[in-house]
């Protein structure tokens, strides 16, 4: 079955650069969510899109945007990175439409391993 | 605040030894409850899911969790471990009525399994 597919897996910056990570849903997923994991930690939800639009926002600083585009896919741009902003960035998705907010299943790529230096 | 609580961080069991990790969430309302699993260097998988009816519900592995509400708790059990259950555990709660999706995950639990 199709999973979830992030790109890149393996991501080094310096401080101050910037970085996009892309994050390409499960076929037929309209609602796309993005975690960050530092090391050692539990993941901690970011921000998440439902039908192109917003729909929920976490601990997401103000150097970070992300959209969900006409084919579903996201994109995180991180800017003006920190040594902080090294971490693991998952990308979720599931189907709202389908399964409703009461039976929300959401499956997780691969994640991108962001390293700034 | 919202917040999921696994209080075993780490856990060492021999091979077939049996495994219960605990997983308890502070929310008064309708929650979905999830246990994810993370292989060394993966991404998470998941295991099982609680939406509503039975409380005690299978997933995958062997694996099963326990939903008790009065407690607030959603622990996961495997009768007999086995090495490539080494991995970290995380529980995930959603706060369905909250009018959000988001997951909060629990710290998680890293598993050791000897063989």
């Known amino acids: 079955a199709a999973g979830v597919i992030q790109s890149p897996r393996h991501l080094i910056k310096e401080k101050r650069e910037t970085a996009t990570l892309k994050c390409y849903p499960i076929?037929?997923?309209?609602?796309v969510y993005w975690y960050q994991q530092g090391p050692g930690q539990d993941p901690q939800f970011l921000i998440s899109?439902?039908?192109?639009?917003?729909?929920d926002k976490g601990s997401i600083p103000d150097r970070f945007s992300a959209q969900q585009f006409s084919d579903y896919h996201s994109e995180l741009n991180m800017s003006s990175l920190e040594l902080g902003d090294s971490a693991l960035y998952f990308c979720?998705?599931?189907?709202?439409?389908?399964?409703?907010?009461?039976?929300?299943?959401?499956?997780f790529g691969p994640g991108t391993r962001l390293t700034v230096l | 605040a919202q917040s999921v609580s696994q209080h075993n961080h780490h856990v060492i069991l021999s091979e077939a030894a049996s495994l219960e990790l605990g997983c308890n969430y502070s929310?008064?309302?309708?929650?979905?409850l999830f246990w994810y699993v993370q292989y060394p260097g993966q991404h998470l998988q998941l295991l099982l899911k609680?939406?509503?009816?039975?409380?005690l519900v299978k997933g995958i592995k062997g694996f099963e969790a326990e939903f008790i509400k009065s407690k607030f708790s959603f622990n996961l059990r495997k009768p007999s471990v086995q090495w490539s259950d080494t991995a970290e555990y995380f529980c995930a709660v959603n706060p369905t009525t909250s009018g959000t999706y988001k997951y909060i995950f629990g710290t998680g639990t890293r598993l050791k399994v000897l063989a």
């Open positions: 076929p037929r997923h309209d609602t």
């Open positions: 979720a998705s599931s189907s709202l439409t389908s399964g409703g907010p009461r039976r929300d299943t959401q499956y």
């Open positions: 929310y008064g309302g309708t929650v979905n």
């Open positions: 609680y939406f509503s009816g039975d409380p």
């Open positions: 899109f439902y039908e192109k639009m917003q729909s």
